[in-house]
């Protein structure tokens, strides 16, 4: 006999009454749709790169279609063994399987991405931060982080290469540089830009200049910062594939190059998708992290599509 609620209304039982089901559902319910979304965006993508090669727009052997780059992924794979190239007089018997250089290319490549992006971002931060609080660390260091900002990545290239060689620090260098010059100024823009009743009632109650810094404007900018950080995310990713690409290390940017040379673009865009789904990937991990560590923040979107 089915148990009766103190309403009169007959109690859950079964699956129903799990909360553990029920929250798994739900959280499939939010999932789903999206998932259905962003597989419509990519299919209606890969669709109209198809069609133009089946209408003769495009060569395939300039611009494959999906379906012929992305058959031959096991083909494709056996490229990806350019540690091999490092590791000369190291007595490595056979070459890494295809399987294993992807992973190895693979970790390499965004080993360097969040090396050089927790790096910038430490230092960028500290930095606007000391800019605002010294006012002679302002004058001393705001006129060159200006001076400097404009500077092209490529640029810092050979003063990568003279310091470090090759190898891992050069390109987590090229990163670095890349980043911290243009976050330094955004840390500085986000505190300028700080509500200035929180200031003043801060002030009111007795609060000190470190305080105000450290408990209001600190807490104030951190979810812009986390904005500006998944925005890096990418320029990071185009900074290591060009520092790898130039041979300061094995990674997917030297792949790519790899593919330029040897005339297979099939390889190039294998790459390139591998690398899309790496920053796509990177980046919804981000904006999870964004929710669960700022979670007072209000989703700005969700608000717009009520209008």
Same mark, same amino acid.
């Given at each position: 006999?089915?148990?009766i609620?103190?309403d ?6 079964g699956?129903?009454? *799990? ?7 739900a959280?499939i319910?939010?999932?789903a749709?999206?998932?259905?979304w962003?597989a419509?965006s990519l299919?209606?993508?890969a669709?109209?790169w198809?069609a133009c090669w ?8 300039l611009?494959?279609?999906?379906h ?7 083909d494709?794979a056996?490229?990806f063994?350019?540690v091999s190239? *490092? ?8 070459p890494?399987?295809?399987a294993?250089a992807?992973i190895?290319?693979?970790?390499a490549?965004?080993?360097? +991405?969040?090396a ?18 010294f006012?002679l660390?302002?004058?001393l260091?705001?006129p060159?982080v ?9 640029? *810092?290239l050979p ?5 470090f060689?090759?190898?891992n620090?050069?390109?987590i260098?090229m990163?670095?540089i890349?980043l911290?010059?243009?976050?330094v100024l955004?840390?500085i823009a986000?505190i300028?830009?700080?509500n200035r ?5 801060a ?7 470190r305080q105000i810094?450290?408990?209001?404007i600190?807490p104030?900018i951190?979810?812009?910062?986390? +904005?500006v950080?998944r925005?890096?995310?990418?320029g990071?990713?185009m900074?290591?594939? +060009?520092a790898?690409?130039?041979? +300061?290390?094995y990674g997917l940017?030297?792949?790519i190059m790899?593919?330029?040379n040897?005339?297979n ?7 390139i998708?591998l690398?899309?789904?790496l920053?796509y990937?990177?980046?919804w991990l981000?904006r999870?992290?964004?929710r669960?560590?700022?979670? *007072?923040?209000?989703h700005e979107?969700?608000a717009?599509?009520?209008l």
């Amino acid at each position: 006999m089915a148990e009766i609620r103190v309403d009169g209304a007959p109690a859950a039982t079964g699956p129903a009454a *799990w909360p553990g089901v029920t929250r798994l559902w739900a959280a499939i319910c939010r999932t789903a749709p999206r998932l259905a979304w962003t597989a419509a965006s990519l299919g209606l993508f890969a669709g109209i790169w198809e069609a133009c090669w089946a209408f003769g727009w495009a060569d395939p052997k300039l611009l494959p279609p999906p379906h012929v780059f992305l058959g031959d992924i096991v083909d494709q794979a056996k490229f990806f063994n350019t540690v091999s190239r *490092w590791q000369v007089g190291s007595g490595q018997a056979e070459p890494t399987p295809p399987a294993l250089a992807v992973i190895y290319t693979v970790l390499a490549t965004t080993g360097r +991405v969040f090396a050089g992006l927790v790096i910038a971002a430490s230092l960028a931060i500290s930095t606007g931060v000391a800019i605002r609080y010294f006012k002679l660390l302002e004058r001393l260091m705001l006129p060159t982080v200006n001076l400097l900002a404009p500077v092209s990545p490529i640029a *810092w290239l050979p003063v990568a290469i003279f310091l470090f060689g090759i190898g891992n620090k050069p390109a987590i260098f090229m990163v670095v540089i890349a980043l911290l010059f243009h976050m330094v100024l955004a840390t500085i823009a986000q505190i300028d830009h700080v509500n200035r009743n929180f200031i003043n009632v801060a002030r009111t109650m007795g609060a000190t200049k470190r305080q105000i810094y450290f408990r209001v404007i600190i807490p104030a900018i951190l979810p812009q910062l986390f +904005v500006v950080l998944r925005f890096n995310l990418f320029g990071a990713w185009m900074v290591v594939l +060009v520092a790898e690409a130039t041979g +300061v290390g094995y990674g997917l940017g030297q792949v790519i190059m790899l593919g330029r040379n040897t005339f297979n673009p099939s390889l190039v865009f294998f790459t390139i998708v591998l690398i899309g789904v790496l920053g796509y990937s990177f980046d919804w991990l981000m904006r999870q992290m964004q929710r669960k560590l700022l979670y *007072w923040v209000p989703h700005e979107a969700e608000a717009l599509r009520g209008l």
